[in-house]
């Protein structure tokens, strides 16, 4: 939500750098984006732009800013305020400037009273508080470091802001309060930056040092560059540097038209590399119970995993929205497992949640993508799931990798897994994206979508539901086949698109009866089944009643065919996350940067 970044150099030409880190972030929101830099006439200039930073770039004179060694930028995702000018970042007030990640919840009592000394304010957003708190508090003591310090000391919410001075060209300052800040120096010294995580700085910084709660820190630039990292006592602290891994590789399309396409096709590798690499120190078989807490596509693999978990460990599980569990007061028990799955790591609702429970002093396991970000670091184990990084917005790989660990962590035996046979089926998939291609193209003008799918097909339903909302803003359903007869039916008629998820598995004739219930009712049916399942339809396919998507007939995926059945569904989320990508294409939509969304989540 929101993505910040900031250098200060002892060499110029530093917006290069702010453009080509704000760039990399734009996933964290491109509502709007602007930088702010101290010139070489101690000017500070400010650029600011709706939309994209492709946009940002067209009104930056690079010659003019060529000399500068200070700058902050930002990529918006709104939340106070609309999409304007006014509310794009960086704000200013006098001399000062300010990007924000965050919200400051007590933004309107801080207005209120900066109003009434005289302040005025250009737009409604919460950001601008700080800047002219700052200026405030330099009124009275015309100290940057002070003043910055005073005024985050007044701010309530969760945020990391860095500001800079146009007297002060030497100094930028920072502060993180719940929201991720990762900071670093370039191998050659040089260059000291700011951001809000290891992808703004991948290629410019090889280590980097996550702050901690409560942290700020301070970098100057005297005859070197020097920075500190002060505690919430303002005590000056170490904190540990980390590698910074998110090569280029990740952050770069690699001859993919878009970044969701090359994930899609990172798939099966994914689930290799997840399966070679898994290592843990927790046997869910020690706990009586396990409950799963996340949002999104995650709380979906959450969903997936309780057919596995009681299944194979026979340890009962229960799934639970992040942003419900942590106002519900839940009962909870010493004798249960807390797992929280998150890709980016910092969705603020699942890692509330975490803190509640390892407050009361119950076990936390997290699974997590991004090593060092907040729910990593916080949990009590983490099991890294390894997917490289993701930068489409919509998760696809993540949703393997985390799914991969759930399923070792509930089989505990890895030789139980043929995994050769679950990723053949994702090639296979991927080999025939052309079938899905001219499926998108039928697809792409349908008003309303239902998924279905029964066992552990329903969950791959949810999943397919939720990415085609999210990229082709088409009104998707995902349901259990067995409950449309308990109301979803009413609505069947030849509007409504069904797509359902039919593997060959213990379930598939009763999910075929509820196919048939569909098209009895004049609704329209695409089947994503094997050849083999087809083949028993001879109406269905002579009439050509059904459009399908044919995976090819089944490996086994486990020598035990009760965990054979159980995994039937899961390499089918290959075939649903390119209907989706393609449906989204062929709707001439940027399947990478659906409109409203951010990939991190860090606000309610
Ligand atoms: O980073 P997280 O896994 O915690 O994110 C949770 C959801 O925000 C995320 O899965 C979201 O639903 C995706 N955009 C879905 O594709």
Known sequence: MCGIVSVLSRNDGIIRDLIDCLSRLEYRGYDSAGIAYVDKNSRLCVKKTIGKIASLEKIIDFNEGARCRIGIGHTRWATHGEVTIQNAHPHTSDEVAIVHNGIIENYESLKESLMKDGFVFDGVSDSEVVAKLISYHLKKNNDFLKAFQATIGQLKGAFAIVAIHADYPYMLLGAKRGSPMAVGLSPDSQRFYIASDAVALSSLCHDIVYLDEGDSVVCELTDELRYRILNSNLEVVDRQKTRNNVSLHD?????????????????PVVAQRVFRNFKCNVNVADYRSIYIIACGTSYYAGLLAKYWLESLSRVHTDVEIASEFRYRNPVLSRETLYIFISQSGETIDTLSAMRQVKNMGFKTLAIVNVEGSSIAREADECIHTDAGFEIGVASTKSFVAQTMVMLLLSIQQKSRLNIDGITYTMYSILN?????????????????????????????????????????????????SGEIKHGPIAMIDHQVYSIIIAPDDYYVGKTIVNAREILARNGEVLLITTGKVLANLHDLKKNKLVDHILLKDQWEYSTDPAVDQLLRSWPYVTAIHMLAYYVAKARGLNADQPRNLAKSVTVE
């Not at 690699?254 to 990172?266: P, S």
């Not at 052309?434 to 003008?445: C, G, S």
């Not at 066992?455 to 999210?470: D, Q, R, T, V």
């Open 251 to 267: 952050v770069t399309k690699n001859g993919f038209e878009d970044f969701m396409l090359k994930e899609i096709f990172e798939e």
């Open 432 to 480: 025939d994206g052309f079938v899905i291609k001219a499926l998108a193209e039928r697809i792409k003008d349908k008003a309303r979508l239902l998924y279905l799918g029964r066992g552990g097909s329903f969950p791959i339903a949810l999943e397919g539901a939720l990415k085609m909302k999210e990229l082709s803003y088409v009104s998707a359903e995902g349901y259990p």
